[in-house]
């Protein structure tokens, strides 16, 4: 398993490395500003001047603390709970939980998303009687698998499912 600064399981009772934490969550900001404005480009479009500007790592994180006490994820919260105590990590504030929880469902988002790209890059060579507004796509383990194996994850099926 690869060391991150969260999973530090060789060294025992060392908290995480803030510096780091934060310097990937800048990064991760950057990456994120950098992909939109590559959208805005693509599609030749411009932001609607009466939207926020969008957060970045200057963000002041006592406000976005405040902001999680009302948000409600997909994931409830007493999963999260659950599957944190069984990692090991333990805390009452119920914003680490909804936090960790946002982070889960963007994760989960974010591999289902590549899983259809992989699914429409795929089927891009067939005939269909469908329209493209009207066509359905099915999530399968042919489209499931690459998606996953670039966070990380690898699957495959077993042997009596080929």
């Known amino acids: 398993m690869a060391a991150s600064p969260l999973n530090q399981s060789n060294i025992p009772d060392q908290k995480p490395d803030i510096n780091v934490l ?32 969008i957060p ?11 902001q999680l006490e009302d948000y409600v994820p997909t994931i409830p919260d007493a999963v999260t709970v659950s599957y944190m105590q069984r990692a090991g990590f333990e ?3 119920p914003r680490v939980v909804r936090l960790i929880s946002l982070a889960s469902q963007k994760f989960v988002s974010d591999i289902a998303h590549d899983a259809l790209q992989h699914c429409k890059m795929r089927g891009s060579g067939q005939s269909s009687r469908k329209s493209g507004k009207d066509k359905r796509y099915t999530l399968t383990m042919d489209d499931l698998a690459p998606a ?6 690898h699957v495959k099926k077993p042997p009596y499912f080929v």
Not at 25 to 42: F, G, P, R, S, V
Request: proline fraction near 2%.
């Open 148 to 153: 996953l194996k670039e966070y990380g994850i």
């Open 56 to 66: 970045t790592s200057g963000t002041n994180l006592a406000e976005f603390l405040n």
């Open 22 to 53: 934060q310097a990937q969550l800048k990064e991760k900001a950057q990456q994120q500003q950098d992909q939109l404005k590559l959208m805005q480009t693509d599609n030749n479009t411009e932001l609607d001047r009466h939207d926020e500007p």
């Open 91 to 93: 805390t009452i504030d």
